[in-house]
């Protein structure tokens, strides 16, 4: 059976946990929807109204469920849209994966239709995710895909958005028999010799009733929130939160 490449992304994507990718459909990732559609049984796809909207639903589903948010937009003006939505992903280190399509990579610096190829004065796509993103990479042929999108994910998990701009051809091309990525572990570790001391200073403060809890916005990012209301309310203590983690009181 031909896999082609946007099938390839819809089981990655959904191998990592992913239930819902965001996004407003167009020319250049059409083949994506299309995908999406052919596996109903790996991820919905939910179309906003505009490409900010899902970049800020793929964000507050990545805060909601501690895993990672999923955007797709198209060339163009759609791709212009999301640069809000994954500026506040970026300030508030929130891991989102934007697939943002291309017009085919023959086309490029061409008068393609909403090229951002950065050629002959067009818009260069890389240089402005770059600015708002913690990678961002064009995929040349579909090949490097299993190695970008394995870098984007995992750079995007390290706190912060990645995008991948997929040019349409590469889209469609034929993938062959890659496997898709396996789970891996989130990007938090356990540091045990860290927790016995936050133990210790807890010990040590019980005893003088002096115990404040400040929330900061990787609590709310690894989405521990019913763990640290379980740990607090014995103590009844003052809680303070960053503007990042507003939603863990």
């Known amino acids: 059976m031909r896999t082609r ?5 819809v089981r990655a994507v959904s191998a990592l946990g992913v239930r819902h990718i965001f996004g407003v459909d167009g020319a250049n990732i ?17 179309v906003a109204k505009h490409e900010f909207s899902a970049a800020t639903m793929a964000d507050g ?3 909601t469920t501690g895993g990672l948010g999923v955007v797709a937009a ?16 970026f300030a508030s280190r929130v891991p989102v994966l934007a697939l943002v399509g291309q017009p ?4 490029e610096g061409n008068g393609a239709f909403q090229d951002t190829s950065g050629r002959a004065g067009a818009i260069d796509a890389v240089r402005l995710f770059g600015a708002v993103s913690t990678y961002c990479a064009r995929v040349e042929n579909a090949a490097d895909l299993p190695d970008r999108l394995d870098r984007a994910v995992s750079a995007a998990r390290r706190g912060g958005p990645a995008v991948l701009l997929l040019p349409k051809d590469v889209q469609q091309a034929d993938l062959g028999d890659v496997a898709p990525l396996r789970p891996t572990p989130g990007r938090h570790g356990s ?19 002096k115990i404040v809890i400040i929330a900061g916005d990787q609590v709310a990012g690894a989405a521990p929130r019913r763990a640290q209301a379980t740990q607090a309310t014995p103590q009844n203590p003052p809680r303070g939160v960053a503007p990042a983690a507003k939603d863990t009181n």
Do not use: K
């Open 74 to 89: 198209t060339s163009g003006g759609g791709a212009m849209n999301l640069v809000a939505g994954l500026a506040e992903s």
């Open 30 to 46: 059409e083949d994506l929807y299309d995908a999406i559609f052919d596996a109903p049984d790996h991820v919905t796809g939910v």
């Open 5 to 9: 490449a946007v099938d390839y992304l």
């Open 104 to 107: 085919p990579t023959l086309l």
């Open 191 to 209: 540091d045990q010799a860290a927790i016995a001391r936050v133990r210790a200073v807890l010990s040590t403060a019980r005893h003088t009733g």
């Open 61 to 63: 589903y990545a805060r």
